[in-house]
């Protein structure tokens, strides 16, 4: 079983920035791969980025590529994803995810969810 909380969210202007955390408990963290999704209200839940378990391949959506960058501390169980030149567009309930599967569909376990909301 795991556990995932993120945190770090909030409101932000158009083009700044924030930094979500997603903290995992349970001793496989590091075996399994780590996403994060977001949804946006009336819309469906996205693919927003990916990272393997080692931290050596990323994956990102078209839509955040160049601005997100997703990483990972194995020794705090902890996952993240940095956000620049935010847009409104961007506005949405953030998830992080994992599992023995990740895809840009879904994974196993997931978290809360942080809220980002970005200002015009």
């Known amino acids: 079983q795991v556990q995932l909380v993120e945190s770090g969210g909030g409101l932000v202007q158009t083009g700044g920035s924030l930094r979500l955390s997603c903290a995992a408990s349970?001793?496989?963290?590091?075996?399994?791969?780590m996403a994060w999704f977001r949804q946006a209200p009336g819309k469906e839940r996205e693919f927003v980025a990916r990272?393997?378990?080692?931290?050596?391949?990323?994956y990102y959506a078209d839509s955040v590529k160049g601005r997100f960058t997703i990483s990972r501390d194995n020794a705090k169980n902890t996952v993240y994803l940095q956000m620049n030149s935010l847009k409104p567009e961007d506005a949405a309930v953030y998830y992080c995810?994992?599992?023995?599967?990740?895809?840009?569909?879904?994974?196993?376990?997931w978290g809360q969810g942080a809220q980002v909301t970005v200002s015009s």
């Open positions: 990272i393997s378990w080692s931290g050596g391949s990323t």
């Open positions: 349970g001793r496989t963290f590091s075996r399994y791969a």
């Open positions: 995810a994992t599992g023995p599967v990740v895809t840009t569909r879904g994974a196993t376990y």
